[in-house]
């Protein structure tokens, strides 16, 4: 099913507001979160159309978290985070996705508490935010 308010199901505009794309794996889209406050951070998005893990089937939700291992071990390989929070939120947006939020102890911004949703504190130019991508994508193969 596709909500055409989605901004996950149709991409484009609404997606652009917060996040650019990175790439498709088999269960989920991986974009780059503009509001960098937190090196790397990204936002891995069901390719189904669901509020909750329990609305996908077992082999669904199995080929979710597979994607989500995958794009954490990059990010871990990408930028030696200390640690990588995951955050799981849609009250109002109903569509499975995490957020990968890279931490780094010797930041003061937020190290040691939970990341705020948009802090809206940290942007990029765009050779920026194709470094990050690339530097993804290559530790995704």
């Known amino acids: 099913m596709i909500d055409k308010n989605c901004a996950y199901c149709m991409e484009g505009e609404l997606v652009s507001k917060f996040g650019i794309p990175v790439c498709e794996l088999p269960a989920s889209k991986v974009y780059l979160f503009r509001e960098q406050s937190h090196r790397g951070r990204v936002i891995v998005a069901s390719k189904h159309h669901v509020s909750e893990l329990v609305d996908l089937s077992d082999a669904e939700r199995d080929a979710f978290f597979a994607d989500v291992d995958k794009v954490a071990k990059a990010l871990h390989a990408a930028f030696k985070p200390k640690k990588v929070n995951y955050g799981a939120y849609g009250d109002t947006g109903c569509h499975l ?12 911004f937020e190290w040691g508490s939970t990341f705020a949703m948009n802090p809206d504190r940290k942007y990029l130019t765009q050779a920026e935010y194709s470094a990050l991508i690339a530097a993804i994508r290559l530790r995704l193969k």
Request: charge should be negative; hydrophobic fraction near 25%; proline fraction near 8%.
């Open 97 to 108: 996705h995490f957020h990968l939020v890279p931490k780094y102890e010797d930041d003061e």
